[in-house]
């Protein structure tokens, strides 16, 4: 109904002495969709045949563990480590490339066994798009900045495109790109970059000549005001170290607007107008090593006490719930999470890698422990 999408007001789910304000947007992406579709189309219609994927097709647990159940093999994990050596491909099995898209040294080493990647690629259009806008930025010679988790598929994927077309340089955060900015103004000699930046920069990147012309695109699911930051950041560099006018920035720092998918732009923008809602906590459910989650969580977590789950099983009761830490990297069990009063009310998201039956069954379970589990289920009904 809201074709423009133009409202941001999360839906109340009014169960009297408990009111939960779901996003007006969460949940599975078109990238995760279409990803998903394709693994179990192929599935079916290779019945017999060794079928393996990249790794995870998407950051979700649950997801990938139906794939596995379905008979489907991962080659390596989420970090790029071995779980199954590539010579165990053979010419007549199925490689099934996720939606994170993967490195061209990658898609290499499977053609040359043999393995027909155009066929089964899952690849993202938006993550694509990255790739493109990181060409059109190498051709006008300008250096690939990429804002992105560097062990992340998708980033590793993104450095592996633009470093085939330019000098690129992976930047994790805003820390970092203020030590990267101290190279660009000579403030740091450039002897030190190549150990301060192991592992995120291009072969034969020079420190010296390859930070002069800039341009920056991030991966497609960090916080929309992180990478703004970061691109801001660099660009006052720029137009400080080389006392730039308006109308000559682009000499030096290519004017490219941020690379962040639709997805990830509508979920975040959701999460905003959802926190305009006075609540007393926030539940937020993704996969543990999913990036557009945790940012989901970030910005709740601005405001008020937030858990971050990746499955109903995870409220033990109205009293325990184990939630995830990602600035700790640990699930932790918290007391007391639900406050003793009514109405109490919950803002409720979900990441572009979740399916909604999670979120449908978070749902039901509190409404149990407020006596409206059957409100709960004519409440679903009304969405079907
Ligand atoms: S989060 Fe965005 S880029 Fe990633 S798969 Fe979904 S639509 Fe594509």
Same mark, same amino acid.
């Given at each position: 109904?809201?074709?423009?999408?133009?409202?941001?007001?999360?839906?109340?789910?009014d169960?009297?002495?408990?009111?939960?304000?779901?996003?007006?947007?969460?949940?599975?992406c078109?990238?995760?969709?279409?990803?998903?579709?394709?693994?179990?189309k192929?599935?079916?219609?290779?019945?017999?045949?060794?079928?393996?994927?990249?790794?995870e097709?998407?950051h979700?647990?649950?997801?990938?563990?139906?794939?596995?159940?379905?008979?489907i093999?991962?080659?390596?994990d989420?970090?790029?480590?071995?779980l199954?050596?590539?010579e165990?491909v053979?010419?007549?099995?199925?490689?099934?490339?996720?939606?994170?898209?993967?490195?061209?040294?990658?898609?290499?080493?499977l053609?040359?066994?043999?393995i027909?990647?155009?066929?089964?690629?899952?690849?993202?259009?938006?993550?694509?798009k990255?790739?493109?806008?990181?060409?059109?930025?190498?051709?006008?010679?300008?250096?690939?900045?990429?804002?992105?988790?560097?062990?992340?598929?998708?980033?590793?994927?993104?450095?592996?495109?633009?470093?085939?077309?330019?000098?690129?340089?992976?930047?994790k955060?805003?820390?970092?790109?203020?030590?990267?900015?101290?190279?660009?103004?000579?403030e740091?000699?450039?002897?030190?970059?190549?150990?301060?930046?192991?592992?995120?920069?291009?072969?034969?990147f020079?420190?010296?000549?390859?930070?002069?012309?800039?341009?920056?695109?991030?991966?497609?699911?960090m916080?929309?005001?992180d990478?703004?930051?970061?691109?801001?950041? /660099?660009?006052?560099?720029m137009?400080?170290?080389?006392? /730039?006018?308006?109308?000559?920035?682009?000499?030096?720092?290519?004017d490219?607007?941020d690379?962040?998918?639709?997805?990830?732009?509508?979920?975040?923008?959701?999460?905003?107008?959802?926190?305009?809602?006075?609540?007393?906590?926030?539940?937020?459910?993704?996969?543990?090593?999913?990036?557009?989650?945790s940012?989901?969580?970030?910005?709740?977590?601005?405001?008020?006490?937030?858990?971050?789950?990746?499955?109903?099983?995870?409220?033990?009761?109205?009293?325990?719930?184990?939630?995830?830490n990602?600035?700790?990297?640990?699930?932790?069990?918290?007391?007391?999470?639900?406050?003793?009063?009514?109405?109490?009310?919950?803002? /409720?998201?979900?990441?572009?890698?979740?399916?909604?039956?999670?979120?449908?069954?978070?749902i039901?379970k509190?409404?149990?422990f407020?006596?409206?589990?059957?409100?709960?289920e004519e409440?679903?009904?009304?969405f079907?």
């Open positions: 109904m809201d074709k423009m999408k133009k409202d941001f007001t999360p839906t109340l789910l169960f009297g002495p408990l009111q939960i304000y779901l996003a007006r947007h969460f949940g599975f078109y990238g995760v969709e279409n990803a998903i579709e394709i693994a179990f192929t599935v079916e219609e290779n019945p017999g045949k060794r079928i393996f994927l990249l790794s097709m998407i979700n647990p649950q997801v990938n563990a139906d794939l596995q159940a379905h008979g093999e991962f080659l390596q989420t970090y790029g480590k071995t199954i050596p590539f165990v053979k010419p007549d099995d199925i490689v099934l490339i996720p939606a994170f898209g993967t490195t061209l040294e990658i898609e290499k080493k053609t040359e066994t043999g027909r990647t155009e066929k089964y690629n899952t690849t993202c259009p938006f993550v694509e990255v790739w493109n806008r990181s060409e059109a930025i190498a051709q006008k010679n300008y250096t690939v900045v990429i804002h992105g988790k560097p062990k992340h598929e998708e980033t590793r994927a993104t450095f592996s495109h633009a470093a085939s077309n330019a000098p690129a340089v992976i930047v955060d805003m820390e970092q790109t203020k030590e990267l900015a101290k190279y660009i103004t000579g740091k000699p450039s002897s030190l970059f190549y150990e301060e930046f192991k592992g995120q920069y291009s072969e034969g020079d420190a010296q000549k390859d930070l002069e012309q800039i341009g920056v695109v991030n991966q497609t699911t916080l929309a005001s990478t703004q930051a970061i691109a801001d950041y /660099l660009k006052q560099t137009v400080m170290k080389y006392k /730039l006018t308006v109308s000559a920035i682009e000499e030096h720092f290519a490219t607007r690379t962040l998918c639709y997805a990830t732009n509508d979920n975040q923008t959701a999460v905003t107008g959802m926190l305009e809602t006075r609540a007393d906590l926030a539940i937020v459910v993704g996969g543990y090593n999913s990036s557009n989650t940012h989901l969580v970030e910005l709740c977590e601005q405001k008020l006490p937030v858990y971050f789950i990746n499955d109903e099983k995870k409220i033990l009761s109205s009293k325990e719930i184990l939630h995830y990602f600035h700790i990297k640990e699930e932790i069990l918290t007391n007391n999470y639900l406050p003793e009063k009514y109405p109490i009310k919950i803002l /409720l998201t979900s990441g572009a890698s979740c399916p909604d039956a999670l979120v449908e069954g978070i039901k509190l409404a149990g407020y006596f409206a589990g059957s409100r709960a409440m679903i009904k009304q079907e």
